[in-house]
């Protein structure tokens, strides 16, 4: 049974660093993309960051470029979201997704995920 279990999340003060697990069983995590994404309350849900597992090449947008790092547990099932300098407007709850793809990059559009995990909070509030 394939599953994405994401842990991390919580409260933190403007300013403070959170660093997201994304731990993913029933599957071989090479022959997939995990992509990282956050929905804020009354707003669509975007991507902030995934990575390509056969490659190990990343993608993070630039609106989260230079405060959000993806990577993965060397060895491990385990992907990291490493977020530092957080600010109110990342709020929301973070999923992590998986897509069975070999490819080189990979999409930050969540049509593209088929399996997700159940989500953790992050709350940035001083």
């Known amino acids: 049974q394939v599953q994405l279990v994401e842990s991390g999340g919580g409260l933190v003060q403007p300013g403070g660093s959170l660093r997201l697990s994304c731990t993913v069983s029933?599957?071989?995590?090479?022959?997939?993309?995990i992509g990282w994404f956050r929905q804020a309350p009354g707003k669509e849900r975007e991507g902030v960051s995934c990575i390509s597992n056969y490659f190990g090449t990343t993608d993070t947008p630039d609106f989260v470029k230079d405060r959000f790092t993806i990577s993965r547990e060397v060895a491990g099932n385990t992907i990291y979201l490493q977020m530092n300098n957080l600010k109110p407007e990342d709020t929301g709850v973070y999923y992590c997704?998986?897509?069975?793809?070999?490819?080189?990059?990979?999409?930050?559009?969540?049509?593209?995920?088929?399996?997700w995990g159940q989500g953790t909070q992050v709350t940035v509030s001083s």
């Open positions: 997704a998986a897509e069975n793809f070999r490819g080189r990059t990979c999409s930050s559009m969540a049509r593209r995920y088929p399996i």
């Open positions: 029933g599957l071989t995590l090479d022959e997939y993309v």
